[in-house]
């Protein structure tokens, strides 16, 4: 019987093969009471099979000497947690204390784990919970002396390359143990568009589909399925028409791609001779060579903030120097755009300070991003003081996240001051004309964009946030989902009257949310007059392909007239028009 499923699609493409099921890791465990005399045995029971995962965790990380960087990070987040008392020391006392098994004692914790999590106003760091989880199977698997790597029933006489992982959710060292395989495509039941999946998915260019919530229970082993990543679609056992229609798109997506690495070196430049800079995003400094490798012209987004995940501490001023040098002198003199760090709040720096902090109704809406940062000055100084260092070795950008207030612009311009003072008082050199730019990811300050136009060097619009904020939608949440909608009129006009009023003052703006990657908004936004995009690097080529193929003096009047409807369809429609 055919049907279809729809999900998240968070890496594009079209995959088609037989579906490929990965078992369930159960973690309904038994409560069992163990004798006071077997509690030592028991802990150390439990310290042995934490110690075997962290042992496997290091041997995959040292076979990612290929594998994207993404990889490595995650295999280090999960080593992390192996380490932290939360989840290693609580674990022994509720064995000591309630004399019970370590399976039992380790899921209570990880529970209680996962519900600190979901407190997170940061969609990212929310979506961490699943890796508590994941490196929580792990070592019941080991307790349970099913050691090993995740289980997959393939379908017999399937080759390997069309063989489609189906799976209520993926671990990194899933993927690390896949990384010699070459899979068509991954579908999860869980997960957002910045879920570790995703991530994943989108650096190994592999179409992917998240968040189909029953997708594991209703595939069976072995059935034809079609992923259109693009589309969010699942299709299971295709009629032949659909299929055929899809092999043909399939084909098509192949071959521009083969023709994508031939525009490299090519400039970015419109055919009406308009330049147009592409840039990289990464999330940390081994992220530089993939975008150097994708023709990044610089790196528009630097998220600080994956240097400071799950560490229960920050960084040190020497640590984040070194990690901002390497990004720098890694670009050799194209600029790099550093984001001062965009927590959700400081539970995840100082976790056992604010376990007993009051439930957020509204989290996105708190105290985060540079709210967080001016609230703890110490912490942001160092910051501060370790970006402006390693300006000397290339130029740097500092950009402040979710600003909203003339006051905060103020503030955080006289806290960059006074870090510039204190290193002059110690003779150090950095870059005296650093230019300091601001997040426009909030609608106040869109449309009250003068008072940033007047205080700062540069803007970038954060498109992920700035609808997610506009359209009241958790864009992380699949049950709501399908209402993040970039095309809302609401959001075009708050993106075109940023454009529009930063070019009367001539303010660079750059654009670094999903919606710079997304080819199907590049003519869109070119012709409301942005020249500068930021995007993960798998996208760079597929932009600068639609960007060779624009002429501005014929989109800008085009747009003009797009911006001037309010109906959902109609916009559609002629989005279409445009990109035909």
Known sequence: MSFTLHGLGVSGGIAIGRAMLMSHATLEVSHLTIAPRMVDKEIARFEAAVALVKSELLTMKET????????????????????????????????????????????????????????????????????????????????????????LKPAKGVKEESRIVVAHDLSPADVIAFKDHRF??????????????????????????????????????GEQIIVDGTRGVVIVNPDPRVLEEYLLR?????????KLKRLITAKSQTLDGVDVQLFANIELPGDVPISLAAGAEGIG??????????????????????????????MAGRPVTIRTFDLGNDKDIRPDNNANDRVHTNPALGRRAIRLSLAEPRMFQTQLRAILRASKYGPIKLLIPMLAHAHEIDQTLAALEQAKSSLRGEKISFDENIQVGGMIEIPAAALA?????????????????????????????EQVASLYDPL?????????????????????????????????LT?????????IFSMHPSQILQVKSHVLKSEVNELTPAV?????????????????????
């Not at 205080?455 to 498109?463: E, P, Y």
């Not at 959001?491 to 080819?519: F, N, R």
């Open 64 to 151: 990612t000497e290929h594998a994207p960087a993404e990889l490595a990070a995650f295999i280090d987040i999960h080593t992390m947690f192996l380490e932290d008392p939360e989840l290693v020391d609580k674990p022994r006392e509720i064995i000591r204390e309630r004399r019970c098994n370590a399976e039992w004692a380790l899921v209570q914790q990880m529970e209680h784990l996962v519900g600190q999590f979901e407190q997170f106003d940061d969609p990212y760091l929310r979506e961490r919970k699943f890796d508590v989880v994941q490196v929580v199977e792990r070592v019941i698997k080991e307790l349970l002396g099913r050691p090993g790597k995740a289980v």
């Open 184 to 221: 068509a495509s991954f579908i999860t039941d869980v997960g957002g568009a910045t879920s570790h999946t995703a991530i994943l998915a989108r650096s190994l260019a592999i179409p992917s589909v998240v968040g189909m919530e029953n997708a594991r229970s209703l595939i069976r082993d």
């Open 301 to 330: 987004l630097f998220r600080t903030e994956f240097l400071f995940l799950d560490r229960g501490d920050m960084p040190d001023e020497q640590e984040q120097f070194e990690a901002y040098k390497k990004v720098v002198k890694g």
């Open 449 to 477: 964009v003068g008072l940033f136009l007047r205080r700062l060097d540069f803007l970038s619009i954060g498109t992920n946030d700035l609808i997610q904020y506009t359209l009241a939608i958790d864009r992380s949440d």
């Open 560 to 580: 003009r007239r797009m911006l001037r409807l309010d109906e959902p369809a109609k916009l559609r429609e002629a989005l279409e028009k445009l990109n035909s």
């Open 250 to 258: 399939k084909n098509q997506i192949e071959l521009e791609r083969s």
């Open 488 to 520: 809302h009129p609401a959001v075009l006009m708050l993106i075109a009257h940023t454009l529009a009023s930063a070019e009367k003052v001539g303010i660079p703006v750059s654009v670094c949310g999903e919606m710079a990657g997304d080819t199907a």
């Open 523 to 531: 003519r869109l936004l070119l012709g409301m007059g942005l020249r």
